[in-house]
């Protein structure tokens, strides 16, 4: 490090420059957690206020309360990552290596339709699955769906919602891993006479696991905190955790309870994420 | 590229017919497939965009029932969605400017400097990327709940909106320019700095011009986050109503075309704006 005025700051100027970028982070991410964290255990009512009373039977009763919300949350953010994996991963292997000089453009492609506001998006699919829309119909005409059936309404309307809403997630970090593959690496391989998919799964998928690992937690994390398709694309019974969050604390402003199924929620994520990385390797997450 | 088009050479010598057209198939199922995923992507746009001209005859914009433009001349007729879209924009405005400059300082910190305390650093920035939305927004609302303990008292309201904002934009402007100033020449300042530049001169004629793409990216990333946020917005926005909110508060009793309308145009703004950097990058890896 060459500069003149780094030497003679050396120990002030970094500090300097981040003080008032964490300072701000510090006050509003950070201790807003502390306050939620203090907000989950106390207990009351809205008439009388709340108060810190270690009132753990929070938790305890957002696990029996709400166990199925909880479930349902990881269940179709699970399978909306996966999708989206499937979905994304030949598109963003086909704009790495094919894409030539209009690789920009394509990228463009992917991320363009997410600059149409999230609800306005959510709406759009609302129409198009519609209870006498065109793919309920044509579903109906191939008898995947019994007549009378809905697309609206139904898990699979959320998972849908959701796989879609958090597509380019997904595929940007595969394309940006896929896109640093030496392709003379596949070639190689062809060369020693691994076959096309041998070669795929030997050579090209395991040089992108970092984006197929970055790409899975962008999506899921999200994914499993989202309440906006379950409330706009699904039922009640559809409703997941994020939905119960969200009544609890705006609507019925029971704060205690909507602050410890926040924590569980975080809790439950921050664990997953650790296993993930546990069966991965944690090289893959950082680097 | 290089791999696809050695094999089928290699093929294409001395194979058969049925295996020529077997290798047709091959290599063109990835582009069919791909823009199949196109489709799929721009279908719900179409619908947004198709839905900004319809006359719908009830309070709901799901079936189509003629072509008009008076929406799109008439796009502020709905009571309350002209202040939303104001409130929207001026909070998007300010929330990218203040998160592009606190990120930019920490970028810079972040990749000029070592010092103790990087990784906390890092964590403290890749944390609220990595939190769910809901609990960023009820967390912050909680901490603007608690205020009053200490005789503070924080209204919900325009305030809490910003500060939520650049709250949440700060980690992606860090990441945005980070990314660009990795790959940065510091010899470039060094020279400056030998040819008798002090360092404000330094970072003002030579640092600043060179990083300002990625600032003006950090800037448009952060504005485009802070027009779609609902999510965060929604615990911390008391009686105020954004855009978004707007939109969410309309899906349970009317949609008025006029959301479409402003969708689109929203949409129309963005791709314009990232054709234009496409086009910018292009030329200048061709002049290169």
Not at chain 1, 96 to 115: E, S, T
Not at chain 1, 164 to 192: C, G, H, K, R, W
Not at chain 1, 238 to 252: A, D, P, Q, T
Not at chain 2, 149 to 163: D, E, N
Request: aromatic share 14%; proline share 5%; glycine share 8%.
């Amino acid at each position: 490090m060459g500069f003149g005025f780094l030497h003679r700051h050396r120990n002030t100027t970094p500090y300097l420059l981040l003080a008032p970028g964490l300072l701000f982070l510090g006050v509003f991410f950070l201790v807003p957690l502390g306050y939620l964290a203090y907000q989950a255990l106390q207990s009351g009512n809205i008439d009388f206020g709340y108060q810190f009373t270690w009132a753990w039977s929070n938790f305890s009763d957002a696990v029996r309360g709400y166990g199925g919300q909880f479930e349902r949350s990881f269940a179709y953010a699970g399978i909306a990552t996966a999708l989206a994996l499937l979905v994304s991963y030949p598109v963003a292997y086909w704009i790495a290596f094919r894409g030539g000089r209009w690789k920009n453009l394509l990228l463009l492609c992917i991320v363009a339709p997410f600059f149409v506001t999230y609800l306005i998006r959510t709406l759009a699919w609302e129409t198009i699955l519609a209870d006498h829309g065109l793919v309920v119909r044509t579903l109906t005409d191939i008898h995947i769906l019994s007549p009378g059936g809905r697309l609206l309404a139904t898990g699979t309307a959320v998972v849908a919602g959701i796989t879609y809403n958090f597509l380019p997630f997904m595929a940007l970090p595969l394309y940006v891993s896929l896109e640093q593959i030496d392709p003379t690496l596949i070639e190689a391989a062809e060369d020693l006479y691994a076959s096309k998919w041998r070669a795929f799964f030997r050579v090209t998928f395991p040089l992108s696991l970092p984006g197929v690992v970055g790409g899975t937690l962008l999506t899921f994390i999200p994914a499993a905190g989202d309440f906006i398709n379950a409330q706009l694309l699904g039922s009640p019974t559809n409703h997941m955790i994020g939905n119960v969050i969200n009544s609890k604390y705006n609507e019925l402003i029971d704060y205690p309870a909507a602050a410890a199924m926040s924590f569980i929620l975080m809790a439950i994520i921050v664990a997953l994420v650790l296993m993930y990385a546990r069966a991965v390797g944690s090289e893959k997450l950082t680097g | 590229m290089s791999t696809a088009e050695v094999t089928l050479t290699r093929r294409r010598s001395g194979a058969s017919s049925p295996a020529r057209v077997w290798a047709f198939v091959r290599r063109h199922v990835l582009t069919v497939y791909s823009l199949l995923f196109f489709l799929y992507l721009m279908l719900p746009i179409a619908v947004v965009i198709a839905f900004s001209f319809n006359h719908p005859r009830g309070r709901f914009n799901y079936t189509w029932k003629g072509f008009t433009w008076d929406n799109w001349l008439h796009w502020n007729a709905v009571p309350g969605i002209q202040s939303a879209i104001t409130l929207s924009l001026e909070i998007a405005l300010l929330a990218s400017i203040v998160a592009t400059g606190l990120g930019t300082l920490i970028a810079l910190a972040l990749v000029r400097y070592g010092f103790r305390g990087r990784g906390t650093t890092n964590l403290i920035i890749f944390l609220p990327l990595s939190t769910p939305e809901i609990v960023l927004g009820a967390s912050l609302a909680t901490l603007f709940l608690h205020s009053t303990t200490y005789g503070l008292r924080i209204p919900f309201g325009f305030w809490t909106i910003l500060i939520a904002h650049i709250m949440f934009c700060i980690s992606f402007a860090v990441v945005t320019v980070k990314a660009r100033l990795i790959g940065f020449d510091r010899h470039l300042e060094e020279a400056a700095m030998d040819l008798g530049a002090n360092e404000w001169t330094t970072f003002r004629k030579v640092t600043l011009p060179l990083i300002a793409p990625a600032i003006l990216a950090a800037l448009l990333l952060c504005f485009a986050i802070s027009v779609d946020d609902f999510v965060v917005t929604y615990f911390n926005a008391g009686n105020r109503v954004t855009f978004p909110i707007f939109v969410w508060g309309a899906a349970r009793v009317a949609t008025p075309p006029q959301i479409n309308v402003i969708g689109t145009a929203i949409f129309a703004v963005a791709v314009t704006c990232m054709l234009g950097n496409v086009f910018i990058q292009n030329r200048r890896a061709k002049a290169a």
